[in-house]
């Protein structure tokens, strides 16, 4: 019997960002492993065009949750959508809802966060600060409050090389922040916004460390911990390979590569891709969420959640794996042949955008003018270089994370949580990983057929044969113009004749 399972049975869990990618794993595997918990209490912002109901009922009806449907068949009953927006103050909770929350939550698990990597600093000290300040408020105020988990990223110090589980200073202090953001005006926020982020690339490596300050500061008594996942991919395992459902991370870049927009990315290969399953990130949480319920350890724990240091893969293993993976299940309807590479300085970097990118874009968007239609190619190539833009930092560098606490919990387990909340990724088969990911975004995201696969490699074969009469064009021509200038060229072009 799983000790873990058994702990979440008769608990009312708390989750924030349940309607996020982590937050929909997070439900099944409770629904799935613990059918007996008394309710799970999502905190969920209106949508345009569908009630709190019809989101979340929308999320328990989709494939991911169809094996819940078996040992849960009541799991619709044990949800309790509540309409929130973590922008607002309290959350814009209703006062009746607010009682219930604080009367009756057991753990919560706080995910909800922006992840954009631009967003404006007011917004993300808002969602990823302020918001937890506010959370943490709510759960001093409940009397049967076991465990409260953070969930933040394993980059929320990558201005530092090595890192270990602990939470580090920040140069000011958040409550600075988060005050000067109320009164200071958007214009000033953009000009200190570099000041501030200091050595970190964007604001939600910023604000992510700052919320991780506040969890520590402002804790008081309550049994806390914080998980420090790294770059989330699709599922490794649970409830089956390969389940993913936003462009996030490396999943829009491999869309893009796999539709041949995507032809060179600045990466080192060498770097350490510290991706990590799904799955892995939600079996470490609940095993986590029982630890701190049950131990209560003295201190706020902070649990690396990472591959790296223990099962490593580079970006160049993972990049060939990709390429691999495309020409057994290609993506439908690509635009050129799948075939990027990697670029390791500016000048190349630039060179390659301009041929393979940029160039591509305008040819293609001329030929949509020309038969009538709207160009679109040079806006969707502008945006694509921005997220490369915006990834390369993660992708030249490489990390190491200290995993001493999550390496403790694991032997803190039973053989059968150890199988059941399974998060130890020496177990991992990269290659199986990469290719099931390449597979899940292809059904999940771009929700492509397998029976179309045929269709798809007839498809490439004639951009293949298209590619060739392209470039032998292009050589005649260039050949052509070089005879009719030069003597020389003329001779050898006779002699070969
Ligand atoms: C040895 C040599 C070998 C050679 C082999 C070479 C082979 C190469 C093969 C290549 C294969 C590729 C696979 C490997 C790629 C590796 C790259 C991995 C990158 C990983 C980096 C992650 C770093 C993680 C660090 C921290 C982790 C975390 O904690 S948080 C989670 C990460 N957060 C994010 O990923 C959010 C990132 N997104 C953003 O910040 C923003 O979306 C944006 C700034 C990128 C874009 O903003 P913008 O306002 O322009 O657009 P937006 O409004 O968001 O969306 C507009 C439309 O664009 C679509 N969209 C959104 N995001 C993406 C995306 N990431 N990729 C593509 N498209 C995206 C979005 O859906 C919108 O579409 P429409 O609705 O249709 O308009
Ligand atoms: N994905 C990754 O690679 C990594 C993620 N993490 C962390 O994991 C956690 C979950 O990330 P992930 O699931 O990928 O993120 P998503 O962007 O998929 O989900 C974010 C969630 O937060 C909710 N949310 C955002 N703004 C508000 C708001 N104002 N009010 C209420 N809810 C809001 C979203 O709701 P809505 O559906 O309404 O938008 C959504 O449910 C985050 O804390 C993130 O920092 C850490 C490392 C890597």
New binding site residues.
Partial sequence: MSMIAAFYGGKSILITGATGFLGKVLMEKLFRTSPDLKVIYVLVRPKQGQTLQQRVFQILDSKLFEKVKEVCPNVHEKIRAISADLNQNDFAISKEDMQELLSHTNIVFHCAAT????DHLRHAVQLNVTATQQLLLMASQMPKLEAFIHIS???SNCNLKHIDEVVYPCPVEPKKIIDSMEWLDDAIIDEITPKLIGDRPNT??YT?ALGEVVVQQEGGNLNIAIIR????GATWQEPFPGWVDN???????????GKGF?RS?R?T?MAV?DLIPADTVVNLTLAVGWYTAVHRPKSTLVYHCTSGNLNPCN??K???Q??ATFEKIPFERAFRRPN???TTNNITTHYWNAVSHRAPAIIYDFYLRLTGRKPRMTKLMN??L??LS??EY??NRSWEWSTYNTEMLMSALSPEDQRVFNFDVRQLNWLEYIENYVLGVKKYLLKEDMAGIPEAKQHLKRLRNIHYLFNTALFLIAWRLLIARSQVARNVWFFIM
Avoid at 229 to 232: E, F, G, H, L, R
Avoid at 247 to 257: C, E, K, R, T, V
């Fill in positions: 992840v954009r990597f631009d990223t394993a980059f939600y490596t992510k996942p790294s770059i989330v462009l996030n991370g490396p999943s829009g870049l491999i869309i893009a590569a995507l990315i990466a290969p891709a970006w160049g993972m990049g060939l990709v390429l990027a590479d990697f945006r694509l921005r997220t915006m990834v993660f992708i």
